[in-house]
């Protein structure tokens, strides 16, 4: 890697969400739309999460282009019951299909105490942590989830079947920190593979297997192969049963019926999204909440540490650390994918 390619700026959140809007209206999306999607993208650049921040928002325009994707879609919503709605994303860019799904599930708990939303005809929505995040602000508890691109063979199996299908579970803590787990179904991303081929590296036996299904050592053969889950016949289980929530009962895509991004841009993934949110208001007021979180986090938090030097931390506590400082500092981003959002934007005028 160059140093040109390792270059980053800093940039305040809001300059970089005003910058993404832009970009994105280049490409064909409406403005209220363009907002939306930008309160993802950089939320998860805030978190640290820059591999599903606003260096997306090229790749989701060139896959509107190439007709994959409709920049300009308008996502449908349908209220099957008083706490149910089915969200037909219409083929539209995925943090804008989530933040609708987000909004109706959010809808659906202030009336009864708990909403669920159930995506289809969607795309790549990006991490799971913006939502999250989202929701403990306005005080709910939240279950959200979808399927992805088959990158996993069933387990015993020789073929890619399965999706990495991330899963997100968080709970608000009133005036403290969220506790928010953001995971995907793999031991490792495959981008992780790919580095260590790059620097001629073995990699675990833990994390791909060959395309005969064995467990390798081999970078450039699990390439080849399929990621292992976590867990190994848990971790498979779960992600069949995530796929089963937002691919199945949404009526959307499921296992090797969902269309790959990187093989197939042109064609619509009609990836499926699973929202489900609790009021914690009734269940205990705000200052029981408060202490109750306040004491978990506090039991966990003052558990000796096995390395004096890395205490003991709750599922999204570092990425919170990293939201807070730069929030106040600013986001630091690479230099080329700010190029690239401008090269957008000067083009588009």
Do not use: C
Not at 34 to 51: N, W
Not at 241 to 260: P, Q
Not at 261 to 278: A, D, K, M, Y
């Amino acid at each position: 890697m160059t140093h040109a390619q390792t270059q980053s700026t800093v940039l305040p959140a809001a300059d970089l969400h005003s910058l993404a809007v832009k970009a994105l209206i280049s490409g064909g999306v409406p403005l209220d739309d363009a907002e939306a999607i930008s309160r993802v993208l950089v939320q998860a650049d805030l978190f640290g999460i820059h591999t599903h921040g606003i260096g997306r928002i090229p790749q989701y325009l060139q896959r509107g282009r190439l007709g994959g994707l409709d920049p300009a879609a308008q996502v449908r919503i349908e209220q099957v019951a008083p706490a149910l709605a089915r969200v037909d994303g219409a083929g539209g860019i995925g943090p804008l299909v989530g933040a609708r799904a987000l909004e109706a599930a959010a809808e659906g708990a202030r009336r009864t105490g708990i909403g669920a939303a159930f995506v289809r005809h969607s795309n790549h929505f990006g991490p799971v942590m913006p939502y999250l995040f989202q929701a403990a602000e306005q005080g709910f508890a939240a279950i959200i989830a979808s399927n992805a691109t088959t990158t996993m063979a069933p387990w015993g199996g020789r073929e890619a079947r399965v999706g990495n299908n991330p899963l997100g579970i968080g709970v608000p803590s009133p005036g403290g920190d969220p506790v928010m787990l953001d995971i995907a179904m793999s031991v490792v991303a495959r981008a992780k593979i790919r580095q260590a081929a790059a620097a001629g590296d073995a990699i675990p036996d833990t994390w791909a297997t060959d395309l005969d299904g064995n467990p390798t050592t081999a970078p450039d053969a699990a390439l080849a192969g399929f990621l292992q889950p976590i867990g190994g016949h848990k971790g498979y289980g779960l992600s069949l049963m995530v796929d089963l929530f937002t691919g199945l009962l949404s009526g959307a895509a499921y296992l090797n019926h969902v269309s790959s991004w990187s093989v197939s841009p042109e064609r619509p993934q009609n990836l499926g999204h699973t929202f489900l949110l609790i009021d914690t208001r009734p269940l205990m007021d705000t200052d029981a909440l408060t202490s109750r979180m306040a004491d978990f986090a506090g039991i966990l938090h003052n558990t000796p540490p096995a390395d004096p030097v890395a205490p003991v931390r709750l599922p999204g506590e570092s990425e919170l650390a990293t939201h807070r400082r730069q929030s106040a500092d600013g986001v630091e981003i690479a230099s080329a994918d700010i190029a690239a959002l401008q090269e957008l934007v000067t083009n588009a005028q």
